[in-house]
């Protein structure tokens, strides 16, 4: 399957475990991707207003008008839209 044709965007912060799994899987899966900050205890405005819930990570996929969270869900997602 193709790589995305616009940057993925993630938004995550860096001791996160769940967004670790996710920019894991993105790395091995050879996509580049935005990783978007947020603070560990800061505001959560933006996945709040993208996702209705302000857990990270979240993945912006604009080629399919893609907006989730949930770390599993994402990749399982990126598998089956960008794997092999
Ligand atoms: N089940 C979620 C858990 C995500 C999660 O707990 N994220 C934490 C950071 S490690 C978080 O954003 N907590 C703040 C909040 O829920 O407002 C996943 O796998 O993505």
Redesign the pocket.
């Known amino acids: 399957m193709s790589k995305p044709d616009e940057l993925l965007e993630v938004y995550q912060?860096e001791?996160?475990?769940?967004?670790s799994?996710?920019r894991k899987q993105l790395t091995e899966m050879q996509i580049d991707f935005i990783a978007r900050q947020?603070e560990?205890n800061g505001d959560?405005e933006k996945?709040e207003e993208l996702t209705g819930?302000?857990?990270?990570?979240v993945l912006v996929d604009p080629d399919n008008d893609t907006v989730m969270?949930?770390?599993?869900?994402?990749i399982q997602y990126l598998e089956e839209t960008y794997g092999e």
Do not use: A, M
């Open positions: 912060f001791q996160c475990p769940y967004c799994k996710v947020v560990p959560r996945p819930e302000t857990q990270v990570p969270n949930e770390s599993d869900d994402i």
